[in-house]
């Protein structure tokens, strides 16, 4: 449903500024949710066998014309050396300065190619597989480019992959490990409080919960929502930060 709604949507054609900015934002949540399940697939958990879990995933991640081969092999060694620098292939997402941050997340899916190419952790079945992987997004969108117009494609599919590019990597990946904490594993990410949180990013939110729990669904991770302790309406939402003398802070 997710991925035919946000391809879907490039067939319609706003016909106002506030109707393009809607369309932009309805398709941008819709590619992040794909994004979060094809998280859920790097784990096992969207098939039942190995071979359907990996096509479910690399479905999800179509209409973010995102490789699953890079991903997947770069999520699990993410968990595995969670913000060990150079070993870490999502630590790219530390900025040295500020204003590198946005053009970090930006730059985050092609970065993984790049590591792993360095690493000599590609070899002929990867390039197989990315090359197959990518020949059925062009092919996708090609047909999308046939009956909409590139100007249609682009000005819709744009605006939307920077925006799903900041929604995923900053408040999901940097604020969630700011800190780049290196102690044990329950001070190496954060969660988020709230159900608005959960529900809004499928369980995403709750990302050290995710990482000391891995072979949990996303719904099963629910149990782990803790409530906001200063309560009330706020703009932005509070993380749960656990520092390496097992203190709360915010």
């Not at 992987?133 to 744009?158: D, H, Q, T």
């Not at 159900?195 to 995403?204: I, P």
């Amino acid at each position: 449903m997710i991925v035919a709604c946000a391809l879907g949507s490039l067939l319609y054609t706003p016909q106002s500024l506030a109707a393009y900015a809607l369309d932009v934002l309805c398709r941008t949540y819709l590619v992040f949710l794909g994004t979060v399940m094809a998280h859920e697939g790097t784990h096992g958990l969207l098939g039942r066998t190995g071979t359907s879990n990996s096509w479910w995933a690399r479905l999800a991640l179509l209409p973010s014309m995102v490789p699953y081969t890079n991903f997947r092999r770069t999520h699990l060694l993410h968990h595995r050396f969670t913000n060990l620098g150079d070993r870490d292939p999502d630590h790219f997402i530390k900025p040295r300065r500020d204003w590198e941050l946005p053009l970090r997340t930006i730059a985050m899916p092609h970065h993984w190619f790049f590591w792993l190419l360095k690493r000599d952790q590609i070899d002929r079945s990867h390039v197989r597989d990315l090359a197959l992987n990518y020949a059925g997004i062009l092919f996708v969108y090609a047909i999308f480019l046939n009956i909409v117009g590139p100007a249609r494609l682009f000005s819709a599919m744009f605006p939307t992959l920077i925006l799903v590019s900041l929604l995923l990597w900053y408040p999901f990946a940097y604020l969630t490990h700011e800190g780049f904490s290196t102690g044990d594993a329950a001070t190496r990410s954060h969660d988020y409080y709230g159900q608005f949180m959960f529900w809004f990013s499928m369980g995403l939110s709750l990302h050290r919960a995710h990482h000391m729990h891995p072979h949990l669904a996303w719904i099963e991770l629910r149990q782990f929502v803790r409530q906001d302790p200063i309560g009330g309406v706020r703009l932005l939402p509070r993380r749960h930060i656990t520092r390496r003398t097992n203190t709360d802070a915010s």
